[in-house]
């Protein structure tokens, strides 16, 4: 088990320019979660995947930004024209859901940082 | 809506000693989870222990230790025998126990642990 892995672990962009993360969460969990975490604050949600479907998408997610999972492995978020305020560390966690269990603990990646110029 | 509360300053502890972190929640979910989670300088989110709105006893893994009063809505972590590699952010964040299992975080407590 090795744990989540995102890529880039650092981004530098100019504003306007397209930007594509990537998440590999722990084989076999079947939630992936991306998270947004701005200087000083706590993760915010973004989105969730149950295996490939998307489950639920914050009002943080704007129409610039999309999050897939194809086949239910790895995520990638992408965000379209980016802007100065779109400058974040971006997490992503997985998960082992199981259906009636009370306890559902997220495991973190080392998250990517986005500054946008 | 879950909130999470944590107002504490940025805190010095020395090495060896104890030190307890506060956090205070609001939420009308009947049961829910609560998570602290340690964020060193690398940006990590590391998860330290959970417990569970209806569990009778306060949660404990090694040196951590969760202070559950439900009646407060408080959960506070205690991290005992302090060691240089505490130092890092502290996240307190809580779950609904149904559905969309997603995370809301406090704002954090700094810790920085001096020998």
């Known amino acids: 088990d090795t744990g989540v892995s995102q890529n880039p672990r650092h981004k530098i962009t100019k504003r306007g320019q397209n930007v594509t993360f990537r998440c590999d969460p722990i084989s076999e969990h079947n939630r992936l979660y991306w998270y947004r975490q701005t200087l000083g604050q706590g993760p915010e949600f973004l989105t969730y995947?149950?295996?490939?479907?998307?489950?639920?998408k914050s009002r943080l997610l704007s129409d610039r930004f999309s999050a897939e999972r194809p086949k239910g492995s790895f995520s990638t978020l992408e965000i379209q024209r980016t802007e100065q305020g779109d400058s974040a560390m971006y997490l992503c966690?997985?998960?082992?859901?199981?259906?009636?269990?009370?306890?559902?603990?997220?495991?973190f990646g080392p998250g990517t940082r986005l500054l946008v110029l | 809506a879950q909130k999470i509360t944590q107002t504490q300053p940025g805190m010095f502890v020395q090495e060896k000693e104890a030190v307890t972190l506060d956090c205070t929640y609001d939420?009308?979910?009947?049961?829910?989870?609560l998570f602290w989670y340690k964020q060193p300088s690398s940006g990590e989110m590391i998860f330290l222990i959970y417990q569970g709105s209806y569990d009778q006893q306060n949660a404990t893994e090694g040196r951590y230790s969760l202070n559950f009063q439900k009646a407060r809505k408080s959960a506070n972590l205690v991290i005992s025998a302090s060691q240089l590699g505490d130092s890092a952010m502290y996240f307190c964040?809580?779950?609904?126990?149904?559905?969309?299992?997603?995370?809301?975080f406090g704002k954090g407590n700094q810790v920085v642990v001096i020998p």
């Open positions: 966690a997985s998960s082992s859901a199981l259906a009636g269990a009370p306890r559902e603990t997220q495991y």
């Open positions: 964040a809580m779950s609904a126990n149904y559905g969309n299992n997603r995370l809301a």
């Open positions: 995947f149950q295996n490939e479907a998307q489950l639920e």
């Open positions: 939420t009308s979910d009947p049961s829910y989870g």
